[in-house]
Antibody
Framework: EVQLLESGGGLVQPGGSLRLSCTAS????????LTWVRQAPGKGLEWVSS????????YIADSVKGRFAVSRDNSKNTLYLQMNSLRAEDTAFYYC???????????WGQGTLVTVSS | DIQMTQSPSTLSASVGDRVTITCRAS??????LAWYQQKPGKAPKLLIY???SLQSGVPSRFSGSGSGTEFTLTISSLQPDDFATYYC?????????FGQGTKVEIK
C-alpha cells in the first residue's frame, strides 16, 4: 500500500526557516517523480515544486523561487522542502504528491500545516 | 503560465441530479488535464486523468471530456458522498496550475 507521510510543519516567525519531509513507503521510491502542493486555509490548491525520479530535474513556482528548494534522498525514501525567508502568505497545508500513472498526482499525503506568524 | 478557470465556483444540486463542471485553459493543453475531488480536512483524490481516463476505483458515474482548452467533469447521478470541492489541473507544462475549484453543495 502506498503511503506518504509529511512532517516538519509548525509555527514559525516571518523570515524564519523550516524543512518539511515526506516519508514514503509501498513503492519503489527512486522510480517516481514527486511534488509539493500547498493549500492556504479555505483556499484552493497551489503547485509549489516538483522533482524528477533521480533528482536531476527540479521545478519551482515563481511565488517561492529563491526561497524554497526541493530535494530527495532515495536511500531514505524521503522528499524534502527547505523553506527559507518565510512570509505570512506561505501559511498553508503542504501536501506531497506522487506521480505514478503519469505526470499528475495519483497519491497524496495527509498534509502538514505551516503557520507563519509573529 | 497557463491559467485554468472553472465554472461555476459553487453549484447547488440534489441527490440524483446530473452535474457538469467546466474547466477552461488559457491556451491549448491537448488532453493533459486531471480532475481531483477534495473533502474538508482531507487530501485531494484523483478522479480523472488525460481528460477522460477514469482512475482505478473511481465510480463510473464520474466522467471527463474535452481537449484543447475546454473540458468538463460530469457526475451522472449525484450521490451523498459526492458533495465536495472539485479541481481541474493541467500538466501540459510547468508551472502546473489548478483551477480555483468548484464546490458542490446540497440543494
Amino acid at each position: 500500500e502506498v503511503q506518504l507521510l509529511e512532517s516538519g510543519g509548525g509555527l514559525v516567525q516571518p523570515g524564519g526557516s523550516l524543512r518539511l519531509s515526506c516519508t514514503a513507503s509501498g513503492f519503489i521510491f527512486s522510480d517516481y517523480a514527486l511534488t509539493w502542493v500547498r493549500q492556504a486555509p479555505g483556499k484552493g490548491l497551489e503547485w509549489v515544486s516538483s522533482i524528477s525520479s533521480y533528482g536531476p530535474s527540479t521545478y519551482i513556482a515563481d511565488s517561492v523561487k529563491g526561497r524554497f528548494a526541493v530535494s530527495r534522498d532515495n536511500s531514505k525514501n524521503t522528499l524534502y522542502l527547505q523553506m527559507n525567508s518565510l512570509r505570512a502568505e506561505d501559511t498553508a497545508f503542504y501536501y506531497c504528491g506522487l506521480a505514478v500513472t503519469g505526470p499528475f498526482f495519483d497519491y497524496w499525503g495527509q498534509g502538514t500545516l505551516v503557520t507563519v506568524s509573529s | 503560465d497557463i491559467q485554468m478557470t472553472q465554472s461555476p465556483s459553487t453549484l447547488s444540486a440534489s441527490v440524483g441530479d446530473r452535474v457538469t463542471i467546466t474547466c477552461r485553459a488559457s491556451q491549448s493543453i491537448s488532453s493533459w488535464l486531471a480532475w481531483y475531488q477534495q473533502k474538508p480536512g482531507k487530501a485531494p483524490k484523483l478522479l480523472i486523468y488525460e481528460a477522460s481516463s477514469l482512475q482505478s476505483g473511481v465510480p463510473s458515474r464520474f466522467s471527463g471530456s474535452g481537449s484543447g482548452t475546454e473540458f468538463t467533469l460530469t457526475i451522472s447521478s449525484l450521490q451523498p458522498d459526492d458533495f465536495a470541492t472539485y479541481y481541474c489541473q493541467q500538466y501540459n507544462n510547468y508551472p502546473r496550475t489548478f483551477g480555483q475549484g468548484t464546490k458542490v453543495e446540497i440543494k
